[in-house]
């Protein structure tokens, strides 16, 4: 990761990502900031916050808690589950389904 000034012309118009293209690739390891390919400096301070689960025991990687895998609720089948929120005190699920919503 690396910052740029956004003010400037952006150092990568096509995206800063390589996936298998040698040409890109190159182009990638001569442009690309040295100090962005560097790790950062130990936050000892931050890590501390960072892995505050891990001092009481516990393995949360993203403070995501698995209560239960749910395949279907109320009879309806989930595909994969994109988002949760809350509206009205109710729980609404976006997911990715493979149910044919009927429109009558």
């Known amino acids: 990761m690396f910052y740029y ?3 400037k012309e952006n150092p990568f118009p096509r995206g800063a990502i ?3 293209n040698t040409e890109r690739a190159d182009e990638m390891r001569r442009e690309y900031p040295k100090e962005g390919t560097q790790l950062l400096p130990s ?3 931050l890590e501390h916050h960072a892995h505050q ?3 009481h025991g516990l393995q949360i990687p993203f403070g995501i808690v698995e209560e239960g895998a749910f395949t279907s609720i109320g009879g309806v089948k989930l595909g ?3 988002g949760l929120t809350f509206q009205e005190n109710n729980l609404v699920i976006f997911h990715r ?3 044919v919503w009927n429109q009558k």
Request: with cysteine; hydrophobic share 20%.
């Open 5 to 7: 000034d956004a003010t």
């Open 18 to 20: 390589c996936y298998g």
């Open 43 to 45: 936050r000892p301070d």
């Open 53 to 55: 689960s891990s001092s």
């Open 80 to 82: 994969q589950v994109a």
């Open 97 to 99: 389904a493979g149910r």
